[in-house]
């Protein structure tokens, strides 16, 4: 565990790996998004093609 934490963040400052893990939950927040909106699209589509 201690050395995946190491690979992951060894070497950055403290501000490098908050700005990292501030991304990584953006993008997380992104993906659901997209898929909701993905989901949203497919069933207009099937409410269309009736």
């Known amino acids: 565990m201690i050395h995946d934490w190491k690979a992951k963040f060894g070497g950055m400052d403290v501000s490098a790996a908050k700005r990292l893990n501030a991304l990584e939950e ?19 589509r099937e409410l269309l093609s009736k």
């Open 26 to 44: 953006e993008n997380a927040k992104l993906k659901t998004l997209l898929v909701e909106q993905m989901l949203g699209v497919d069933a207009l």
